[in-house]
């Protein structure tokens, strides 16, 4: 199966979508942003991952993936 964005907001509440759409629109202003949608997340990156979207029915969890080397 081909995944989407609209099949992680598809039947979810409207305020998992503008969350969704402001944590977008606000990461692509520090530059290139890869969006891979999943079987159970919404991948985020850059050269390299560096979040995780899981979308709820009423909210997201976001998980965030720090490197401290």
């Avoid at 692509?28 to 850059?46: M, W």
């Amino acid at each position: 199966m081909n995944y989407t964005e609209a099949n992680h907001l598809n039947a979810k509440s409207p305020i998992v979508a503008k969350i969704y759409e402001r944590l977008i629109n606000e990461l692509r202003k520090f530059g290139q942003l890869k969006i891979e949608p999943h079987k159970t997340s919404i991948h985020l990156g850059n050269r390299f991952g560096f979040a995780g979207v899981y979308t709820r029915k009423d909210y997201i969890n976001l998980e965030v993936h720090l490197n401290f080397n």
